[in-house]
């Protein structure tokens, strides 16, 4: 650690930075020894990051020095002992929306990831409170923390599943730009996972020759044209071996039609022509319904009359149609 910088850091955390988490707990159990009180008083600093009062755990516990913590330090450990603890709590910490947990949480999140412990129980901790962060409190502010955290894990090959699972659940294309950004990484482990996460087929949106630049610029302008079509899957890594956690309501697409959510919804309020035309549109392969939903979005865009003329015609009129389109423009 910078020595410049040694008054950002609590007492404790000093010692647990520069000389290990083992000589941090004897350091703290010699004081708790001598001095309850200035035991607690280290604890409350603060600037005390949550690693430190995690490694802390047990001897804090078995100290009897609870009394005298201060609200962060007692709830962090309610929410500590609830995640560990197979048995109900008295109290719901996670699942109770509360503004006194909610910082607590951020707190946990802020300060743990940054110098997280390489250990199930810990990150399971972190799992957990980014989910309820996410979803509970639908905290926009937890979802660059949070992507950091998957990419950090993945470059260390630790346990991702639960925490990108929690990220997708917030619906919001923002999580995309958050993970897109990693297409542009030097570390092939993040460019790699971005695809993946990002269901990234070169056909769809990069040149193969392209590089990490280039492969962000193209996923951003795919995500411009695709976005009021965009809907969550729900989809985990339980769930497929070919995930696809985001993906374009193509009928929506054809029909121009965005949604106001980034659920899948059922498209109301449909006339008789439209109806005809969407049924027809099922009938389709996958590779035309996708030709059809991009002919669509490309004419409607240029004009809306021509589009409307289009869409009104015999599907396999739209078909060839497109085909000439879109290879007009290869």
């Known amino acids: 650690m910078d020595a410049d910088h040694s008054n ?58 609870k009394k ?92 991702i599943h639960d925490l990108v699972w929690a990220l997708f659940r917030f619906h919001n294309p923002e999580i995309l730009k958050l993970i897109a950004r990693r297409l542009r990484s030097s570390d092939p482990k993040d460019a790699e996972l971005a695809a993946e996460l990002l269901n990234i087929e070169k056909a769809d949106v990069l040149d193969a020759g392209s590089d990490g630049e280039g492969r962000y610029d193209g996923y951003l302008h795919w995500l411009e044209e695709n976005q009021p079509y965009l809907y969550f899957t729900e989809e985990s890594f339980q769930y497929s071996s070919r995930l696809v956690f985001c993906a374009v309501d193509l009928e929506r697409k054809y029909l121009q039609r965005g949604a106001s959510s980034y659920d899948k919804q059922v498209i109301a309020s449909l006339d008789d022509e439209e109806n005809k035309s969407v049924a027809a549109f099922k009938q389709l392969s996958a590779e035309e319904q996708k030709a059809l939903s991009e002919y669509s979005q490309k004419i409607c865009s240029k004009s809306v009359p021509a589009w409307k003329e289009w869409l009104h015609a015999p599907v396999r009129e739209q078909i060839r149609a497109a085909k000439a389109g879109l290879e007009g423009n290869a």
């Open 68 to 159: 005298y913590l201060n609200t962060r330090n007692r709830t962090a450990l309610q929410i500590i002992n609830q995640i560990k603890s197979a048995e109900a709590a008295e109290t719901d910490y996670l699942s109770s929306k509360r503004n006194s947990i909610h910082s607590v949480l951020k707190w946990i999140l802020e300060t743990g990831s940054t110098g997280e412990i390489p250990e199930n129980d810990y990150e399971e901790i972190l799992d957990v409170t980014v989910s309820v962060l996410i979803n509970i409190y639908k905290d926009a502010d937890s979802l660059p923390l949070a992507v950091d955290l998957i990419f950090k894990r993945n470059r260390n090959g630790r346990y």
């Open 8 to 65: 950002d850091y609590s007492y404790l955390d000093q010692i647990r930075i520069n000389e290990g988490a083992e000589k941090c707990r004897r350091a703290f159990g010699e004081i708790s020894r001598k001095d309850v009180r200035r035991a607690a008083t280290l604890l409350n600093d603060r600037r005390l990051m949550f690693p430190c009062l995690y490694i802390l755990y047990d001897p804090t516990l078995r100290q009897h020095i």
